[in-house]
C-alpha cells in the first residue's frame, strides 16, 4: 500500500503557480520524498526527491515540513503541458526491495492546467 | 542517450496466444523494473532485476508471466497463455544505483489487448 497521501485532482490557471500537497505522516528518518508524473499515454517521469530540505531543480520545487509530516511540489509556472497525474512516493534511497526501497506508486493527483 | 526503449507500442492478440514485450534499458544501468499498469490496479511493479538477475519476483502475477535478462542491454517479459485480463500498459524502466539520487528512467510503455 502507497504511504502517501495526495488529493484526487487540482485544477491550476495556465500561468500561475500549481501547488501539490502530499501527507506522508508515518515516513521514517532514511525515507526521502520523491515526486514522478506521468503525462497522458507516457511513461512516469521523476520530477524532483528530497529528505529534509527544500529541494529545487529545473522543472520544480519541493517544501518538505520540519516535521517531514507533509511536502508541497510547486510549479512555479504552470503550462498546458504540465496537465498530468502527479505521483509521491516515499522510499529509502540507495538500494531496491521491499516496500521500503521500492518505487511504489499510488493513485497520484490529477492535476489540470486550464488556459 | 536513447532512453529506455519498449517494443511493441501495442500488441492486440488473441486469449491463448503468447506475447513478448521487450526492454532495452540505459546503457549503464544496472537496474531494471516492469510495471504494468491499469486503470482498476494503477503502477504495480512486477518483477526486477540487478545486474541481469532477478531479485524480487513477488509482483509477477502467476505462472502464466515469466521474465528473463539474458544481458544488460535486454530484457523479455512473456506471458504465455494470455488472457483478457492481462490487457493493460506495461512498462520497463531502468535505473543506476546511487548513494541518494537515483531516479527511475521509464519507457514508453507497451498498450496489450488480450482479446
Known amino acids: 500500500d502507497a504511504k502517501t497521501t495526495q488529493p484526487p485532482s487540482m485544477d491550476c490557471a495556465e500561468g500561475r503557480a500549481a501547488n501539490l500537497p502530499c501527507n506522508h505522516s508515518?515516513?521514517?528518518?532514511?525515507?526521502?520524498v520523491y515526486w514522478y508524473r506521468q503525462i497522458h499515454s507516457q511513461g512516469p517521469q521523476y520530477i524532483i526527491h528530497g529528505l529534509k530540505n527544500n529541494e529545487t531543480n529545473e522543472m520544480a520545487s519541493l517544501i518538505i515540513t520540519e516535521d517531514r509530516k507533509s511536502s508541497t511540489l510547486i510549479l512555479p509556472h504552470a503550462t498546458l503541458r504540465d496537465t498530468a497525474v502527479y505521483y509521491c512516493?516515499?522510499?529509502?534511497?540507495?538500494?531496491?526491495?521491499?516496500?521500503?526501497?521500492?518505487?511504489?506508486f499510488g493513485k497520484g493527483t490529477k492535476l489540470s492546467v486550464k488556459p | 542517450d536513447a532512453g529506455v526503449i519498449q517494443s511493441p507500442r501495442h500488441e492486440v492478440t488473441e486469449m491463448g496466444q503468447e506475447v513478448t514485450l521487450r526492454c532495452k534499458p540505459i546503457?549503464?544501468?544496472?537496474?531494471l523494473f516492469w510495471y504494468r499498469q491499469t486503470m482498476m490496479r494503477g503502477l504495480e511493479l512486477l518483477i526486477y532485476f540487478n545486474n541481469n538477475v532477478p531479485i524480487d519476483d513477488s509482483g509477477m502475477p502467476e505462472d502464466r508471466f515469466s521474465a528473463k535478462m539474458p544481458n544488460a542491454s535486454f530484457s523479455t517479459l512473456k506471458i504465455q497463455p494470455s488472457e483478457p485480463r492481462d490487457s493493460a500498459v506495461y512498462f520497463c524502466a531502468s535505473s543506476r544505483r546511487g548513494a541518494t539520487n537515483e531516479k527511475l528512467f521509464f519507457g514508453s510503455g507497451t498498450q496489450l489487448s488480450v482479446l
Open positions: 512516493i516515499v522510499r529509502v534511497a540507495g538500494w531496491y526491495g521491499g516496500s521500503q526501497g521500492n518505487l511504489i
Open positions: 508515518t515516513i521514517s528518518g532514511n525515507e526521502y
Open positions: 546503457s549503464g544501468h544496472d537496474y
